[in-house]
Structure formats: C-alpha cells, structure tokens
C-alpha cells in the first residue's frame, strides 16, 4: 500500500475539506470507507489501514474547522451536511468504488450518523450506502454533557471542551489538579465562568453556552426513517452504553445489529492483555463487523464478546439487554 494522498473535497464553493485517500491493493475495491474526524486525519492511520488491508478504499477527512480543513469549528454543527456532500461529491469525481460504508467512534460516530441521515433524506441518492457503523457514539450536545439520568458531566466535558472544542488543533489536556479547580468552580459559581475568551477565543463563551442549553436529541425523530443498515457498538464499560441502546432501538427504518464487549470507550484498547489475545485469535473486531455486516440474515440481531477462548461470541437473534433497566436495543420486528 502507497501513502495516502491529499484531495480537498468541496462541501460549498469555499469550503474544501482535507481528505487523505488510501488505496488497497492493486484490484477493484471492495467498498469505500468514509471517516469524518476533528481528532486529526493522521490520528486515523491504523484505522484506516484496518481497512485498507481488507480491500477498502478510505477516505479520512478533517471535520471542518479542525487541522487541515478551513472554516470554523462549532461541534455538532455541520456534520450532516458536510459528511453528506462529501459522499456526493466523491461519487461525482469518481472516487466511489462499489458501496460506502460510513464509519466512525465517538464524535466521528456522531459525523457517519448525520451523513447517512442528510443522505437519506435526499430525494435522489446516487451512491449506494451499505451501512453505518456507529461506534460508542457520542450522539448530540446534550448527551455527551449529561448522564442518563440528567446529571451534568463537568469533568468529562471541561476537560473535552479545553482539549478540543474551541480550536483549529486540539490542546494539551488540563492537568488533573487544574481540572478539579475548574470542576469545583462550575458546582459552585455556574458553568458559564469556566470559559474565558481572553483563553479560547471569542466565539468560546457562545459555544460553551450551546452547548450546556442544548435539549436531549429525539432519536426516534431523528433516525426512525434512516433506511442503511446500522450497526452499533457499544461497550459494557462506556459512559455513552445507554445512548447506543437507544439509538439501535430508534433506527426502525433499516436493519440493525449490537456488538459489546467488556471494553469502555477506547474499545479493544480497554481489554486487558489475555481478554484482548482470544478476541485476536478470532480475528478482532474487525472480523466480527465483517460477520455480521455480511449476513442479513443474522439483522436485528446482538453480539457479545464474551472472553472466553471457546465460545468468545454469544449471539441472540433478538436479545434484550442484559441490564434491565435498558431498553432493547432493536425495534420489534414482528
């Protein structure tokens, strides 16, 4: 495999987004992967090659705003429309090979889940979606800012908001002692004074503000009639297990498969050494996405990894979750 090369993709006449493109193996591919990320597009090189390995072409594109890509950076803003385009326009220059696949964890779950929706409600969608793959997806605003049960989430989200949310490249994160600081001033003088323009800028105070009067996302409203296939990964650990349920529950208009495992929100990397060794000898979680991707008859449908070296996948055609307090994870398909 040759390095990638860089294409600027036009979302609007004056935004062209840095796209880095890699090819798999001489031979016509077999999809294209589409990545959407404000984390840094070479940050996705292992990712990518994860697919590039397996017979994808891959698209890895810096969100707007974020390292190579102009425009202004505002999180959960611009990623239905930007990731819609950006499939439009690849179809458009040719660099669509065979169906896409949009992909993505955390906030670059979120950019596959809007590009899927803004495409979806096209009234004419040339390229051909296979599926979302949506995964520990951090959903909206409000979701990432709060737990389940309404409770605001100041330390995940000041440190976020420090490290990335206010500009062009992301920052060193704030020390743990500074980060309690900055936590105890929010419980006890309001959110809205942890954010100075005189440190992040002057658009920060408004965007910290968005942020903390967003409402909870209708996932129902927003996905119920997104017709791509859409597996969801979660995670036993992750703080965000609740809003993947969720989302696989809300998006009744195409078929849906869960994948977890006893991993957080880094996913494998979470597993400890031996948990991780059997999940490699059986192909990694890249050969279980092919699995069940590649089987529509196994759709709705949930997978757990269990661990264990002689039965590491248990699959329930409909399952509930375990936890029950969870909603299952599906619509009913009867």
Known sequence: MTEPRTLGIAVDPLIHLATDLYEPAPGRPRGTVLIRT????????????????????????????????????????????????????????????????????????HC?????????????????????????????????????????????????????????????????AELDRRVERARHHGVAGVVSPSEYGAEAPALWQRLWEARPLDLAARYGSCTTTLLVIGGDTDFFTREAHLLARAWAGGRTGYLTGPWGHGLTADLAPETARVLRAHGGLMARIEHVLGDAAMLPSAHRFTGDPDTPWVTDARAPSTDPTMPTPWKDSR
């Open 38 to 109: 404000p984390y840094a597009r070479v940050a996705q090189r292992e990712h990518a090659l994860s697919w590039v390995r397996r017979g994808f072409r891959v698209a890895v594109q810096d969100v707007r705003g974020r390292y190579g890509s102009p425009g202004s950076w505002h999180p959960y803003h611009h990623e239905g429309t930007d990731g819609g385009r950006t499939v439009v326009e690849m179809e458009r220059l040719g660099l669509i090979e065979g169906e896409v696949l949009l992909v993505g964890a955390s906030y670059d779950a």
């Open 112 to 176: 596959a889940l809007e590009a899927a929706h803004w495409l979806d409600t096209r009234p004419a969608r040339v390229p051909t979606v296979r599926a979302v793959i949506a995964m520990v997806p951090a959903l909206g605003l409000w979701e990432t800012a709060h737990d389940p049960d309404g409770t605001p989430r100041l330390r995940d989200r000041i440190g976020w908001w420090h490290q990335h949310g206010f500009a062009r490249t992301s920052r060193t994160p704030l020390s743990p």
